[in-house]
């Protein structure tokens, strides 16, 4: 019999480790695709496949070449394009298709969140006093904050701001998580910062700075997901599992 073929829509720990668990199965076919952002890739245990595909329609046409029989988005949480992207083109191409997306954090006692719905919306809830502002929400949205140049910044990103902001008052510091509550603490003492800036990412490898923001008592801007809702979505790598096996036996369309 055939192997199922996956296509799994990567750039998190989630999809990498999901790309394991699938690949010690023997009956499966899995790949892994990145966006190639990264410069330095964490080793990835399937064949990975690296760039965009040109849209809903190069995503559809890579779907029926390759003769996918189920596409797994495990792409971030604000990942939207692509995750949006992922939903046409299944739905072009009839193929089968889930989520994969870690739950998003919830407040508790002690946090100070402001909820924003969009990166733009977190600019204009920084106020116009100055502020010293901690920024850790990726390196490709963080230009929205040129917007606001009476702010002080410190930008962390994995690989380094191209080009960098036009703010006159910024630091960077390039790090890849999980990182520890203790270092995020020291992190955000060291630097006098009084309002941090985030994704609703959800997830353990960057909860750090959440915590310590409720340790030291300051606000956090939290840009929250949009999410379509459309596919049936798994929010841990066993559900996951779960939900592939459901598809592997009674979803398969090749050779129906
Ligand atoms: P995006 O805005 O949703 O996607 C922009 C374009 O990048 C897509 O239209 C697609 O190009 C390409 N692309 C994105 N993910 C891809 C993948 N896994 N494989 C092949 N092409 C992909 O994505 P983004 O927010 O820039 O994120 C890029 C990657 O970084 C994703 O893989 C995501 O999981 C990861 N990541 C994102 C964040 C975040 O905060 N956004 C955080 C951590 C990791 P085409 O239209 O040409 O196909």
Do not use: C
């Not at 100055?130 to 490709?140: D, E």
């Amino acid at each position: 019999m055939d192997k199922q073929r996956i296509l799994i829509l990567g750039g998190t720990a989630e999809a990498r480790e999901l790309a394991g668990r699938l690949a010690q199965r023997g009956d499966l076919e899995v790949t892994l695709s990145l966006a190639g952002r990264t410069l330095d890739p964490a080793p990835q245990p399937v064949p990975v496949r690296t760039g965009g595909f040109g849209g809903v329609q190069g995503l559809a046409g890579y779907l029926a070449d390759n003769r996918i029989d189920l596409l797994i988005d495990a792409t971030h949480p604000f990942a939207r394009q692509i995750s949006a992207n992922a939903e046409r083109a299944a739905e072009r191409t009839a193929t089968a298709m889930i989520r994969l997306q870690r739950a998003g954090w919830q407040p508790v006692a002690g946090d100070r969140w402001t909820p924003v719905a969009s990166l733009p919306d977190a600019v204009a809830a920084l106020g116009a006093e100055p502020r010293r502002v901690f920024l850790a929400i990726g390196r490709q949205e963080a230009h929205h904050f040129n917007a606001a140049p009476q702010h002080a910044y410190l930008v962390r990103s994995v690989d380094p701001l191209d080009p960098p902001l036009t703010v006159p008052a910024v630091d960077y510091v390039l790090a890849r998580g999980p990182f520890a509550e203790a270092d995020e603490v020291a992190l955000l003492r060291d630097h006098r910062i009084d309002v941090v800036v985030s994704k609703n990412s959800g997830g353990a490898a960057t909860y750090a700075k959440i915590a310590a923001a409720r340790t030291l008592g300051l606000p956090v801007i939290m840009v929250e997901r949009t999410g379509s809702g459309h596919v049936p979505t798994a929010q841990t790598i066993d559900e996951a599992l779960a939900m592939i096996g459901h598809v592997a036996s009674g979803g398969r369309k090749r050779g129906v």
